[in-house]
């Protein structure tokens, strides 16, 4: 399990100076803790981790030297800066469910041929023990054809013991609609009013 680097942060310390500073500020909360953990991690070292984590993920947070197995629960990123501004994180109990979310992955969507692929649900929400969250749901589209759909009913997810959905079962994941006609008339159609014009 990845493993990140925190430090406990003084609460005098505005966040806006720690990121000055090249940290990112965050908090640590659960069921054993009284209040919140404040904490502030390395910049580079939490970007190098978000590179292949998100919200929902699993990951080891050592604050000061203590290994703690903690959910990343929540990631405020400023998309005009391009940088994670704040990290909250939920501290698991091995015999606590919790609310997270998996993030849908849909793979050779490129082998499609006559249809296009659209991802209706971009994460799925649900309730684990820690030992069974569920990071990224996998769909292969390949055999997919124009009218077929995927549920959250059809995925592993669904049938896995230990998780709970949230997200309605017979929700949309992903479907393959029909090409719309007039996309493809789009070439002839140019030329026809530029004729007439």
């Known amino acids: 399990m990845d493993t990140l680097k925190a430090e406990k942060r003084d609460m005098s310390t505005k966040a806006k100076k720690l990121r000055r500073e090249g940290y990112i500020p965050g908090n640590v909360f659960g069921r054993e803790i009284t209040g919140s953990i404040p904490v502030k991690m390395e910049k580079l070292e939490a970007e190098r981790i978000l590179k292949s984590k998100r919200k929902g993920s699993q990951i080891l947070l050592d604050i000061d030297g203590q290994k703690m197995n903690v959910l990343i629960k929540d990631l405020n990123y400023n998309s005009m800066k391009s940088q994670y501004e704040e990290i909250d994180f939920q501290a698991l109990v091995s015999t606590e469910k919790v609310h997270s979310v998996a993030e849908v ?24 023990l820690p030992s069974a969250l569920v990071e990224k749901v996998e769909i292969d589209v390949s055999e997919m054809k124009p009218g077929d759909a995927v549920k959250v009913g059809d995925l592993p997810i669904a049938a896995a013991q230990n998780v709970d959905l949230i997200t309605n079962r017979d929700a949309i994941v ?24």
Request: glycine share 2%; no cysteine; charged share 25%.
């Open 174 to 197: 992903v479907l393959v609609s029909e090409p719309h006609a007039a996309e493809e008339d789009t070439s002839s159609d140019t030329s026809s009013e530029s004729a007439s014009e």
């Open 105 to 128: 992955s849909v793979v050779n969507h490129e082998k499609v041929q006559h249809g296009i692929v659209q991802v209706v649900l971009e994460e799925i929400a649900y309730k684990a």
